[in-house]
């Protein structure tokens, strides 16, 4: 009877650990996690990364050259972000353009304070032509008035980038 009672429980354990995680537990695993990187300390969103390796935005061009995209790890500092709910943040390129950073599956968010802040971003790179109404969403997102949104008509080639994890100095 024991033996019995004990296979159940072990057995219970295994299907409990296997079930899909609810929303909170979800929110758990996406929270920040403090990571210590060799010359940046920070925390963590998304994938947990840290700054070896990193280079500077102003290698960009290079990494990049004539290239449609490239997966390389960035650091630069932002400056803006989403205030809707941190969803993008722009880091400025060493030709002084802006490169918008979104966030992997759109899988995590960033805080909205963190404007100025040293950032390494690891994913992909890569050029496209962005709609005008991305461009048009975008600026709602920025907070712009209705006037400069409604001043967006045409597409625009850019350079952006899609995270997979974004470490925050302190």
């Known amino acids: 009877m024991k033996r019995t009672l ?3 429980t072990a057995a219970l354990a295994v299907l409990a650990s296997c079930q899909p995680q609810s929303a909170a537990d979800n929110a758990t695993a996406q929270a920040p996690t403090e990571t210590a990187a060799a010359p940046i300390e920070g ?3 998304g994938d947990a ?3 070896e390796g990193a280079q500077p935005l102003s290698a960009l061009p290079t990494v990049l050259g004539s290239q449609d995209s490239a997966q390389v790890k960035l650091v630069g500092e932002v400056k803006e972000v989403c205030q809707a709910k941190g969803c993008w943040m722009k880091l400025e390129t060493a030709d002084g353009k802006e490169m918008r950073v979104r966030f992997k599956d759109y899988a995590f968010f960033v805080p909205k304070d963190i404007k100025g802040k040293t950032v ?3 994913g992909w790179v890569h050029r496209e032509e962005v709609p005008v109404e991305d461009l048009q969403h975008y600026a709602k997102d920025a907070g712009k008035s209705e006037k400069e949104v409604a001043a ?3 597409p625009e080639q850019q350079v952006n980038f899609e995270a997979s994890g974004v470490l925050i100095q302190n």
């Open 152 to 154: 967006i008509t045409k």
């Open 43 to 45: 925390k963590t969103y």
């Open 120 to 122: 390494v971003v690891d």
């Open 6 to 8: 004990l296979a159940l």
């Open 49 to 51: 990364i840290t700054a």
